[in-house]
């Protein structure tokens, strides 16, 4: 029976995963100079975690899998890591220590949507929370952190786009004012649209079917309906990325695609041919109505998520990662008539540390010495039917082509002294 791995889902191979690997170090690293602890959180969890009273995001309305299990309780595997964060954040009380709780979480979420290049409907996010205190510089800092990770990288093509859904009363105001500027055409719009409207207008911005419709163009302005505070609010994050040096535009219409955010919002963008239709590299924004939903204290929090499928995909258009082989330090050669000696002489070497590829079937010295320069191995150790019996071992130095035979006891400590020498050493020419 043919089978394929499922729409929407692919595997990671081995000489992917090795990119994978460099940048979950990369990310690690960020973390850990930022103060950022890894909290892990379940794959899936009760619905009520992420289906929250009056949510309008498609993501909860449209794209979960949810399920339940002999007619009992509906679960739902994670489509955003958030909501687990914050439940767990309640749950373990972990507001009763030094504040802000700053969590970063790796791993798989899931959301039935059409796949494309850069959307699968199982995709991995790295995201941080600074949960626990309400504060312009912790929204800047948070900003910072992905911005700085992605440029660390080595990934030109960004750019950073920031919005403010300010306080409630702005958010009040400006659902009054969307509902009044869309009135007269929300009938042109798609039944999403006019869905939205009625719950929560905001989300008529976000629309990916009507976002060229022309009321869409002179939409009048969040900004205009802010409140003061949330309008120093916005101001004091500004000057914060300006002091940072952070490059940023501010994009009124962003309102993010998700229920929870309230004042500031952003989004890192590629502009890089290769991000195709799916540019977001990251995105995310401060929540403060989310641990309290979970029955915690009135804590805001803010954070953000970056798909990592998308970041490599820039990363290998940009030239930053390349397939480089499948590489060893040393390739044992192995002739007729030795027995387990080969088995002893690769263990000694993993032992030390040394990555060591063996033959292990009969094949040609030609085909060994083939399969030695496709590991990229620097050293070749030969045995053959003598080499075992007098218990040596004849290695080739392909640094410096030179080729000895040592007693096994020595290999270790000369192939040391052949690491410390490299093709550019001037006694490795003489
Ligand atoms: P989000 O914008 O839904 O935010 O997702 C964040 C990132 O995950 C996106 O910018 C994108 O890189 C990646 N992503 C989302 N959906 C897919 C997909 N189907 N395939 C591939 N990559 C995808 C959140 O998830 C929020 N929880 C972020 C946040 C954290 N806000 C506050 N804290």
Not at 100 to 116: D, I, N, S, T, V
Not at 377 to 406: C, D, H, M, W, Y
Request: charged share 25%; aromatic share 10%; with cysteine.
């Amino acid at each position: 029976m043919k089978v394929q791995s499922a729409r929407g889902t692919y595997d990671i191979l081995p000489t992917d995963c090795a990119h994978w690997q460099t940048i979950e170090d990369q990310i690690r690293n960020f973390c850990l100079v930022y103060g950022y602890e890894e909290i892990r959180t379940p794959i899936f969890e009760d619905t009520a975690v992420f289906k929250r009273e009056n949510d309008s995001s498609d993501m909860v309305n449209k794209e979960m899998y949810s399920f339940s299990i002999n007619g009992k309780d509906s679960i739902t595997l994670r489509p955003e890591g958030t909501a687990g964060v914050i439940r767990s954040y309640v749950q373990h009380k972990l507001y009763a220590s030094e504040l802000p709780a700053k969590l970063m979480y790796y791993g798989p979420m899931f959301r039935y949507e059409r796949p494309q290049k850069g959307r699968q409907r199982q995709f991995y996010q790295f995201g941080i929370e600074n949960i626990g205190v309400k504060s312009p510089t912790a929204d800047v800092e948070v900003i910072a952190l992905g911005y700085s990770l992605v440029k660390s990288m080595g990934l030109s093509n960004i750019k950073v786009l920031v919005n403010t859904l300010g306080d409630d009363e702005s958010r009040n105001n400006y659902r009054t004012c969307l509902k009044e500027y869309f009135k007269d055409v929300v009938h042109e719009l798609c039944s999403d649209c006019q869905r939205r409207y009625q719950q929560n207008p905001l989300r008529l911005l976000d629309c990916k079917v009507d976002h060229d419709h022309p009321s869409m163009k002179n939409v009048v302005s969040m900004q205009d309906t802010l409140t003061d505070a949330s309008k120093e609010y916005f101001n004091e994050v500004l000057s914060g990325l300006d002091a940072l040096e952070i490059p940023y535009e501010i994009a009124p219409s962003l309102v993010r695609g998700l229920d929870y955010y309230t004042e500031t919002v952003f989004e890192v963008v590629s502009t890089h041919e290769a991000s195709g239709s799916q540019s977001t590299i990251f995105g995310g924004g401060r929540y403060d109505k989310l641990v309290e939903y979970f029955d915690g204290p009135q804590h805001s929090g803010v954070g953000f998520a970056m798909g990592i499928e998308r970041l490599l995909i820039l990363a290998k258009a940009e030239g930053i990662i390349t397939d480089e082989g499948k590489r060893s330090d040393v390739y044992v050669i192995t002739l007729d008539n030795v027995g387990s000696y080969p088995l002893e002489v690769a263990t000694a070497l993993r032992a030390n540390g040394y990555i060591t590829e063996m033959n292990v079937v009969k094949r040609s010295m030609k085909a060994q010495f083939k399969s030695a320069e496709r590991y990229q191995a620097p050293f070749i150790v030969i045995l053959g039917e003598s080499e075992k019996n007098e218990r040596v071992v004849n290695i080739k130095n392909t640094i410096n082509q030179t080729q000895v035979t040592v007693p096994f006891a020595d290999l270790i400590d000369t192939l040391d002294s052949f690491s410390e020498h490299d093709e550019h050493c001037e006694c490795c020419k003489e």
